[in-house]
T-cell receptor
Framework: GQQVMQIPQYQHVQEGEDFTTYCNSS?????IQWYKQRPGGHPVFLIQ?????EVKKQKRLTFQFGEAKKNSSLHITATQTTDVGTYFCAPAGSGAGSYQLTFGKGTKLSVIP | DADVTQTPRNRITKTGKRIMLECSQT?????MYWYRQDPGLGLRLIYY???????NKGEISDGYSVSRQAQAKFSLSLESAIPNQTALYFCATSDLSPFNEQFFGPGTRLTVL
């Protein structure tokens, strides 16, 4: 699978502030998925990005895939306490390895009310 | 009812004991996966299966074995548990479409004393 670095590892924000987590790879990615894991819960799929430069939005969440397909980001506008959790990027391999996801170590978001 | 179930949800065992973690799914997916989650390390793939006749090692398969008893059931065994196998274990499923999202079970928290 693909190796990725996800930063930051932790982020504490005041409710209403914005939040961004980044996923960086030294190699070109075929696609990337993002998951959210609430405290005590299991990872839940958020989105998949496939195309170079792709930008997708889900309400206050904006996902981007870099032009070179080596990095991706998740941006949350005006965080709420419901955004608390750990966000993982998960690039998939290519070709025969496309079914395997390699998860980043995650960014744990805390939101201070 | 949950689409992906795991039993047991919690287990405490002793070093050297054989342990089996079970996963069942009602989603009709062919692909099933076992992951291990440790604090700060994200999710690491242990084994995955495309169908009942197809089993593949993941990133960290040493010390583990699996059995795909049916399309809906995928079990993970620790033949002789050791303390550094203490972790949260997740089962996941996905369908045959390339790059498709994975659906996770609730997890099994295993403690090896």
């Amino acid at each position: 699978g693909q190796q990725v670095m996800q930063i930051p590892q932790y982020q504490h924000v005041q409710e209403g502030e914005d939040f961004t987590t980044y996923c960086n790879s030294s190699t070109t990615l075929s696609n990337i998925q993002w998951y959210k894991q609430r405290p005590g819960g299991h990872p839940v799929f958020l989105i998949q990005l496939v195309k170079s430069g792709e930008v997708k939005k889900q309400k206050r969440l904006t996902f981007q895939f870099g032009e070179a397909k080596k990095n991706s980001s998740l941006h949350i506008t005006a965080t709420q306490t419901t955004d608390v959790g750990t966000y993982f990027c998960a690039p998939a391999g290519s070709g025969a390895g496309s079914y395997q996801l390699t998860f980043g170590k995650g960014t744990k978001l805390s939101v201070i009310p | 009812d949950a689409d992906v179930t795991q039993t047991p949800r919690n287990r405490i065992t002793k070093t050297g004991k054989r342990i089996m973690l079970e996963c069942s799914q009602t989603k009709g997916h062919d692909r099933m996966y076992w992951y291990r989650q440790d604090p700060g390390l994200g999710l690491r793939l242990i084994y995955y299966s495309f169908d009942v006749k197809d089993i593949n090692k993941g990133e960290i398969s040493d010390g583990y074995s699996v059995s795909r008893q049916a399309q809906a059931k995928f079990s993970l065994s620790l033949e002789s548990a050791i303390p550094n196998q203490t972790a949260l274990y997740f089962c996941a499923t996905s369908d045959l479409s390339p790059f498709n999202e994975q659906f996770f079970g609730p997890g099994t928290r295993l403690t090896v004393l």
